[in-house]
């Protein structure tokens, strides 16, 4: 079992929305800021998810120990790309009022501030990993996996590794499985910003046969924590 009976009744008693998070969505939390596709919404739906969990009455996150063990394994090297990406765009904003200044312009251009910026959010990635409930994985969780992984399944396919994204999709499918036969009726949801493993090829809906896996235990996907707040209803 993904989860014990204690933690399944404790759970259940308490009748919280789940969020079950996978690895690059808690890993978005450090990753680069000055990519287009972070935006200030999903950042504060985040928070408001954190603080929810924090209360530990309002929201429950699980994290599946694949997901810790990843975690782990990539956070020292893409809070290190945060940290070069982020002095790389400070140098060149400066390049850039520099040269506006030679050509007349007036006014600072302050980026002092974003000095620190990754250590903060290491320490809010760490918040999220406290918070977090732990699914372990077990012999039935790995043989669903492999199995999908033969299949394929989503986020199975040919050609690809993909047994520990297979790992963590079981392990929410099991303990969503267990929730639901004890009772739980409130919204359960999978977060994980890696669309491309899951939605059909250039649209924004998942893959037929996940969707159908999901389907089964009522849990709905969120590409990102402002999709995820919306569906838990926070």
């Given amino acids: 079992m993904s989860l014990g009976p204690a ?6 008693a308490l009748g919280a929305p789940v969020l079950c998070v996978d690895t690059c ?41 694949q997901v810790a063990i990843e975690l782990a394994s990539n956070v020292p090297e893409v809070q290190q790309e945060a940290e070069d990406k982020l002095t790389k765009f400070r140098a060149q904003a400066q390049r850039i009022h520099d040269v506006a200044t030679a050509f007349g312009a007036l006014g600072a251009l302050p980026t002092s501030h974003l ?27 790995a043989g669903r996996a492999f199995a999908r992984v033969n299949a394929p399944r989503t986020p199975a396919r040919k050609g690809k590794e993909s047994m520990k994204d297979c790992v963590v999709v079981e392990a ?12 739980l009726t409130a919204p359960i949801v999978f977060a994980s910003s890696n669309t491309k493993e899951y939605n059909a090829p250039n649209t924004s809906h998942l893959q037929p046969d996940i969707a159908a896996d999901f389907g ?8 990102n924590f402002g999709a995820a707040k919306h569906l838990l209803r926070l």
């Fill in 216 to 223: 089964a235990v009522a849990m709905e996907y969120a590409p």
């Fill in 7 to 12: 933690e399944i009744s404790d759970l259940v």
């Fill in 172 to 183: 929410y499918l099991e303990a969503a499985q267990q929730l639901r036969s004890a009772g």
């Fill in 25 to 65: 969505t808690v890993l978005d939390v450090i990753r680069d800021i000055t990519r287009e596709t972070v935006k200030l919404t999903d950042t504060s739906a985040g928070f408001v998810l954190l603080a929810a969990a924090e209360t530990n009455a309002d929201l429950v996150v699980l994290m599946a120990a």
């Fill in 115 to 141: 000095h620190g910026h990754v250590t903060r959010a290491r320490l809010v990635l760490g918040r999220w990993e406290t918070i977090a409930w732990k699914v372990p994985s077990n012999p039935g969780v």
